[in-house]
């Protein structure tokens, strides 16, 4: 089939059939459970008839799907196709296939799905009828409404789909839900939050829906609603295991849409208020992981109740009530009490009222401590009923006559404060006329609980002195202060270790005279004279240093053998350091005779000249100190 | 080069420190998910006999105030309005600034009053006033700043120590001085709410009505009935029996199961 219309084409992509057929096949296997558990739920066949475009011109072409759920494994067993005379047909295609589902308790069902769909070219402009489609299931045919298509003439636009008279919302589909703005299409899967109504009076209700439109299956659905502080709410429907999805078109897309939560809201004083968005965290079958949603906030504005309320209204006696009074006896002994019943019910918020005040000439009332309630959240209104046992003591003997009891209420609907009433009661007192028992109590305003916190999916543990976490963390204060005070005795150790004392001068001292002895004992045994040589001078030298404090490189011998002198080292000492200094020289610069039995004595003489030198280090330090001592005391 | 090894040290100290405050958090983890799922479920669907176990569970496991609150609010919901008291007044406790719990705690009271009536108890239960100090900052915030404080001390006594005399060192100096101070501070109030919280002996009755007595022992003399929702100091327990002190310093014996502690 060749795809002649280009508007279809460009929506579609150039093979359409592929995508209608993919897109009808995927919109099966997504509302396949759902639809296949209606169709258990409700175990008769379902129809369904949807066209797209609803609005087009003569140029374009028009799908036309027929789709029939039919519990079991026959199938239909007939189909009567829509009739369209004012349409070319220009492809049809047909498709059936299996569904097994199971419900909450296990129960398994099969459902037999078949799908006929039809390309159509329209013959004129004006608006064209699309026939009821009709399937007969043993016996009884199951039919569709037909459809009304505005086709406009070539070249012009396209008509746009009227909107239909009832809500606030844009517009509404085939299946009654309100439709989003076209533009959401361009999103797999969206959450549209609707409001039946943008303005409404205080206490008066205002529902608000949250939908869950997807072109995929969802398989994951953790939701975060939003908190309502400015209103108290009832939950009119909240799903609770699966969704249960119907089929809506959007922007020429096919969605699966499903109810996530319907609430009534009331408010409780005038102002502006915005409804934070509905988000939930999904995974689809399409996507990988899961994806944030966040649906569209909502503006409502809340006026104030008009002036005149009478004296004893209650703000939350908003909407339809009626009243109703009973008493449990209609004759009493004198000083014994009835109790009245006073029954009001309707549509409000009633939840949120107050006990009513009541005052009875002829009779002392005790307001009751409880009552009893009941809801029904069972349709789109909040209705409910309270029942008030007041205990009643007459004041006098006779026949009495319990006055018609007013609960005002406002009604919006009439834009007027009403008053439910209930009719009067006759009572007949015998004997003497009571007196009064008890001490009336203070009636309270019921105001009601704000509503629950979210918590985390994972709620992380409290930051308190009785958690574990707390004390977990109080560790990390020490923390700082050890790890500084590791610093200053590490700190502490390595400046001691680095300090030169005494013995880490004679300490060194030694390693030195060790190591050069090494050297030089190498050497000779290696046979080589300058480095011999070469490794006893630098010790007499190293040793001369350290004791007389400084470089010696530029000393003639007569001014070492005085420095010598002023340390105080021997006369002999001084010679023998002398001599050796001059043999080392010699044998570096001049070498000559290499006996290693005179090397070997050289070495030994060059030690003994370097202890000559250590003692007398030593010897100056210990005066040294001494004198220190002295001048310390 | 011992400036840079000075400052690798401070580097040093303040990520210690991070890891452990970051890891430590992390390391005691959280609830299973699924029961609080459970618990809001049961809730939504008006089981709140049922949510209120689950949340109170939650509540006594992790120590958090949040989930004590849904449990007030699934306590109250089920008309169970002692229980609810002792909730809200637990999760005041770990989180004094939740207003939410303090205007419930309130309406908790006032439906108390209206249902069984009000206890005439004179008196009220003082405070310390270190007490009222400590509760009055915000826990994670004070214990965040003494860590700064204490971080940022050593930090600055260490890049002190490294640098030579002159107006930079009696800067840091001045530095360390006030950040000690300031740890001192943060130290005081956090070791006063420890030993605040380690002393209390706030109870809360969760009766509807409970009549005290002079001893424990339901055949001894009876004294004044309170009812849900009045605070009470706990002195002692005993086989069964809760010693208490009333507001107006009027002491007797209650059952067991009649008081809840604040402090589980």
């Known amino acids: ?293 966040r649906s569209n906030p909502l503006e409502i504005t809340v006026d104030p109740l008009p002036p005149g309320a009478p004296a004893d209204f209650d703000a939350a006696m908003v909407g339809r009530f009626e009243a109703k009074a009973s008493v449990d006896r209609t004759s009493i002994p004198a000083g014994e009490p009835i109790e009245l019943t006073l029954t009001v019910r309707g549509e409000g918020p009633i939840r949120s009222a107050r006990i009513p005040t009541i005052d009875l000439p002829g009779f002392t009332v005790y307001p009751p401590r409880t009552y009893k309630e009941t809801l029904d959240l069972s349709g789109d209104k909040v209705a409910g009923t309270r029942s008030y046992a007041y205990l009643l003591t007459p004041k006098q003997g006779g026949d009495l006559t319990i006055d018609a009891i007013s609960v005002p209420f406002y009604n919006p609907a009439t834009g007027a404060y009403e008053a439910a009433r209930t009719e009067p009661i006759t009572i007949t007192v015998v004997g003497v006329s009571g007196s009064d028992k008890g001490s009336p109590r203070d009636n309270v305003i019921a105001r009601d609980i704000r509503p629950p916190l979210e918590l985390a999916a994972a709620t992380p543990p409290a930051f308190h002195p009785r958690g574990e976490v707390f004390w977990l963390a109080l560790h990390a204060l020490w923390v700082p202060p050890a790890l500084f005070a590791c610093v200053l005795v590490v700190g502490g150790i390595r400046s001691r270790l680095s300090r030169e004392t005494t013995r880490t001068r004679r300490r060194r001292a030694k390693v030195q005279t060790r190591a050069r002895s090494r050297a030089a004992s190498a050497a000779l045994a290696a046979g080589k004279i300058g480095d011999f040589y070469k490794a006893l001078a630098d010790l007499l030298r190293e040793r001369l240093e350290a004791c007389l404090g400084g470089p010696i490189g530029a000393l003639t011998r007569a001014e070492l053998r005085a420095r010598l002198g002023a340390r105080g080292v021997s006369p002999a000492g001084v010679d023998l350091v002398i001599r050796e200094l001059d043999v080392c020289d010699a044998g570096r610069y001049a070498p ?29 330090e210990a005066g040294a100190a001494v004198g220190a001592e002295e001048r310390a005391s | 080069m011992r400036r840079a090894r000075q400052l690798a040290l401070a580097a040093l100290v303040v990520l210690t420190t991070c890891v452990g405050v970051l890891v430590a958090p992390g390391s005691a983890s959280a609830e299973a998910a699924p029961s609080l799922r459970d618990a809001d479920a049961a809730y939504a669907t008006q089981r709140y006999a049922e949510a209120a176990a689950i949340y109170a569970d939650a509540a006594r496991t992790s120590h958090s105030a949040a989930a004590y609150y849904n449990a007030g609010n699934a306590y109250f919901r089920a008309g169970q309005l002692g229980p609810a008291a002792l909730a809200y007044s637990r999760a005041l406790r770990l989180a004094p600034e939740l207003d939410d719990a303090r205007h419930n705690l309130d309406v908790t009271r006032e439906a108390i009053a209206v249902r069984l009536g009000k206890d005439s108890v004179t008196g009220t239960f003082t405070t310390p006033w270190w007490a009222n100090a400590s509760e009055a900052v915000p826990l994670m915030p004070l214990f965040a700043v003494t860590l700064g404080a204490d971080v940022l001390l050593v930090v600055l006594l260490l890049v002190r120590r490294g640098r030579a005399p002159g107006a930079g060192r009696v800067l840091l100096g001045l530095g360390a001085a006030v950040t000690a101070l300031v740890f001192l501070a943060g130290g005081g109030l956090l070791l006063g709410r420890i030993v605040y919280e380690s002393q209390s002996d706030d109870g809360v009755v969760v009766a509807d009505e409970a009549v005290m007595r002079e001893l424990p022992d339901v055949k001894s003399r009876e004294m004044p009935t309170v009812h849900a929702g009045l605070v009470v100091r706990v002195v002692r327990e005993r086989q069964g029996w809760t010693r208490v002190r009333l507001a107006n310093q009027v002491e007797g014996w209650l059952p067991a199961e009649a008081v809840g502690r604040v402090i589980e």
């Open chain 1, 1 to 293: 089939m060749r795809v002649r219309d280009r508007h279809l084409a460009a929506r579609l992509g150039p093979r359409p059939w592929t995508i209608v057929v993919a897109l009808l096949v995927g919109a099966l296997g997504v509302g396949a459970w759902p639809r296949a558990a209606t169709a258990q739920t409700a175990d008769r066949p379902t129809i369904e008839l949807k066209v797209s475009p609803t609005s087009a011109t003569v140029d374009d072409q028009i799908v036309v799907v027929v789709e029939a759920h039919i519990p079991g494994v026959s199938g239909a067993e007939r189909y009567i196709p829509p009739e369209w005379p004012e349409f070319d047909v220009v492809d049809t295609r047909r498709q059936t296939m299996t569904q097994m589902s199971s419900d909450f308790s296990g129960h398994q069902s099969i459902t037999t799905v078949e799908v006929r769909s039809a390309l159509l070219k329209p013959r004129r402009a004006g608006k064209l009828r699309i026939g009821e489609a009709r399937i007969r299931v043993n016996g009884v045919e199951y039919q569709t409404r037909p459809v009304i298509v505005q086709i406009a003439p070539s070249g012009q636009a396209p008509v746009p789909d009227p909107v239909p008279p009832s809500g606030a919302s844009p517009g509404v589909g085939q299946s009654g839900l309100p439709l989003p703005d076209a533009s959401l299409a361009a999103s797999p899967i969206f959450i549209y939050a609707h409001v039946d109504r943008e303005r409404v009076k205080v206490g008066e209700q205002v529902t608000v829906t949250w939908y869950l439109w997807t072109r995929s299956e969802v398989v994951n659905f953790a939701p975060s609603p939003p908190r309502f502080d400015a209103f108290s709410g009832e939950t009119l429907f909240e799903t609770q295991n699966r969704f249960r999805y119907v089929q809506e078109l959007l922007g020429g897309q096919q969605y699966s849409v499903a109810v996530i939560i319907k609430k009534a809201l009331f408010a409780a004083q005038p102002g502006k208020f915005t409804i934070a968005p509905y988000t939930a965290s999904v995974a689809t079958l399409r996507t990988m992981g899961s994806r944030q949603l």
């Open chain 1, 592 to 620: 000559g005779a290499s006996e290693p039995a005179r090397m070997q004595a050289t070495l030994d003489d060059a030690l003994a000249a370097a202890a000559v030198l250590d003692e007398a280090e030593a010897a100056v």
